[in-house]
């Protein structure tokens, strides 16, 4: 069982910047990755990385914006969010999974943290 606490998340101006932690109780040790679902949309796979930190994986949207990372010593993940748009105003969600995956079948979900990046 794991349990997962989102924070970081707030309004900021387009082209600024935040970064969101998830912090993981439990136990600890699975892939991590971060979701997104903005009001009348599905959620989205924004980011993952692997137990060892060593391989992340980023959508399209994304890539070259925010970045995935983990600290296993404090059982923490961040997604630091630079050069953010409006269209990436949503509820982000940080999963845990035994299988490295870009879809939105984790087994162990946080509460969601907003997101709201204004033009």
């Known amino acids: 069982q794991v349990q997962l606490v989102e924070s970081g998340g707030g309004l900021v101006q387009a082209g600024g910047s935040l970064r969101l932690s998830c912090a993981a109780s439990?136990?600890?040790?699975?892939?991590m990755g971060w979701f997104r679902q903005a009001p009348g949309k599905e959620r989205e796979f924004v980011a993952a990385?692997?137990?060892?930190?060593?391989?992340?994986y980023y959508a399209d949207s994304v890539k070259g914006r925010f970045t995935i990372s983990r600290d296993n010593a404090v059982n923490t993940v961040y997604l630091q969010m630079n050069s953010l748009k409006p269209e990436d105003t949503a509820v982000y969600y940080c999963?845990?999974?035994?299988?490295?995956?870009?879809?939105?079948?984790?087994?162990?979900w946080g509460q969601g943290t907003q997101v709201t990046v204004s033009s």
């Open positions: 999963a845990a999974d035994s299988i490295a995956t870009m879809t939105p079948t984790y087994d162990y």
């Open positions: 439990g136990r600890t040790l699975y892939h």
């Open positions: 990385i692997s137990r060892s930190g060593i391989n992340t």
